[in-house]
């Protein structure tokens, strides 16, 4: 099957264990968490075998994803500094994000957090030995102490807070440019996630939320964050900026919005989904 006739919501498999024989197989080749793609070939795709084989790559490591209606799909990691070969070009995920469709993205963004935590886990982190990968499934375990290490995940909060029909909007005090997103922030130890929302949002802006309604979730690998999306209600308090974290922040009619996310980030839905409630509601 070639790679456009493969719908990958619906024909990828997850997988830690390669098949031991296989006549097709397609790979996504990563250098210093760059992906590489073929000069000329839009939407990005992965290499298939014969690619794979004569490019003058040499792999460092190489993990086996799973399949893709049933043809095995790996990623290799290559040198870090490695040049781009001819007729290809290492490209950092950024640019795949608009590129391609969700699922390939979330594909690409699962290769290289899986040769990202394997590059970091050569060592145990606790004693400093050696650690090898299971065969059972993904991790790493010490030789010498027994600690395991698999790919680490940082779950993060996104919330959008609304008053009526307005939209809580804020820009980071760390981007530039004028455009204004949702509120978001990391889960800590000992945390529920409905509790970092109601902590992140009276930090950031320093007013209370209520009706807390959990919306969707998005793996997003800039460098390993699950978020998971929240619409919230505004409580009480006054807008009170936390001026490390936020530049500015506005309630913003719907209909009157600033520069905001759009379709391929979840800060994105959670704002157009508001935005078809209140058009419904209109
Ligand atoms: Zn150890």
Redesign the pocket.
């Known amino acids: 099957m070639d790679w456009e006739f493969i719908n990958l919501e619906t024909d990828f498999e997850a997988g830690t264990q390669a098949p031991t024989s296989y006549e097709k197989s397609f790979h996504i080749i990563i250098s210093d968490d760059e992906i590489l793609t073929i000069d000329g070939v839009h939407p990005w795709r992965p290499l298939d075998q014969d690619e794979w084989r004569w490019l003058p790559l040499e792999s460092i490591a190489d993990h086996y994803l799973g399949q893709v209606g049933g043809i095995p799909i790996f990623t290799h990691e290559v040198d870090s500094n490695a040049d781009n070969p001819d007729g290809h070009e290492f490209d950092n995920l950024w640019s795949l994000l608009n590129q391609v469709e969700q699922p390939v993205f979330y594909l690409v963004g699962r290769a290289k957090q899986i040769v990202e935590w394997h590059r970091n886990h050569h060592f145990?982190g606790?004693?400093?030995?050696v650690t090898d990968s299971s065969d059972q499934d993904r991790s790493r375990k010490?030789r010498?102490?027994?600690?395991v290490f698999y790919p680490r995940l940082s779950p993060s909060i996104i919330v959008l807070v609304t008053r009526g029909e307005e939209l809580l909007l804020a820009k980071n005090a760390h981007s530039r440019g004028n455009f204004y997103s949702t509120l978001a922030g990391f889960v800590e130890p000992g945390e529920s996630i409905e509790e970092t929302v109601h902590r992140e949002v009276f930090e950031e802006v320093g007013i209370r939320v209520k009706n807390l309604k959990y919306f969707a979730s998005q793996s997003w690998p800039f460098p390993n964050s699950l978020m998971l999306g929240f619409h919230a209600e505004y409580d009480s308090g006054e807008l009170v900026l936390q001026e490390e974290e936020i530049a500015d922040a506005n309630w913003f009619h719907y209909t009157d919005l600033p520069t905001h996310p759009t379709g391929v980030s979840i800060s994105g839905w959670l704002i157009q989904s508001f935005l078809e409630k209140m058009e419904r509601a209109h």
């Not at 606790?126 to 030995?129: D, F, H, V």
């Not at 010498?144 to 600690?147: K, L």
């Open positions: 145990c606790k004693c400093g030995e010490c010498a102490c027994g600690e």
